[in-house]
């Protein structure tokens, strides 16, 4: 049974950073694609960023974090991190991982098959 576990959400002002885990378990992921999310109050789920567990080189983000956000894989702690820096207020929500059996890149929720309970990130201006 596949479980993500987010961790590392908190209160920030503009500017700074925060680094997100997600770490996953319960198979082997190589093979997988996972992603970030965010859904903030009275908004839609949205997508963030993705990458391929079994090569970290494929990625694709969201315009609106391009630049400032990075996701990674950390293959010997199992967890997929995203870096966030020059965080801005408008970037406050509820932070998914996700994953997905499947190595293309995808951004809808629905083509995700597993999905984490979440992590609190707060902008502050």
């Known amino acids: 049974q596949v479980q993500l576990v987010e961790s590392g959400g908190g209160l920030v002002q503009a500017g700074g950073s925060l680094r997100l885990s997600c770490a996953a378990s319960?198979?082997?992921?190589?093979?997988?694609?996972m992603g970030w999310f965010r859904q903030a109050p009275g908004k839609e789920r949205e997508f963030v960023a993705t990458?391929?567990?079994?090569?970290?080189?494929?990625?694709d983000y969201a315009d609106s974090v391009k630049g400032r956000f990075t996701i990674s894989r950390d293959n010997a702690k199992n967890t997929v991190n995203l870096q966030m820096s020059s965080l801005k207020p408008e970037d406050t929500a509820v932070y998914y991982c996700?994953?997905?059996?499947?190595?293309?890149?995808?951004?809808?929720?629905?083509?995700?098959?597993?999905w984490g309970q979440g992590t609190q990130v707060t902008v502050s201006s």
């Open positions: 996700a994953a997905r059996w499947n190595i293309r890149a995808a951004r809808r929720e629905y083509e995700y098959d597993y």
């Open positions: 319960g198979r082997t992921f190589s093979g997988y694609r």
């Open positions: 990458i391929s567990w079994s090569s970290g080189s494929s990625t």
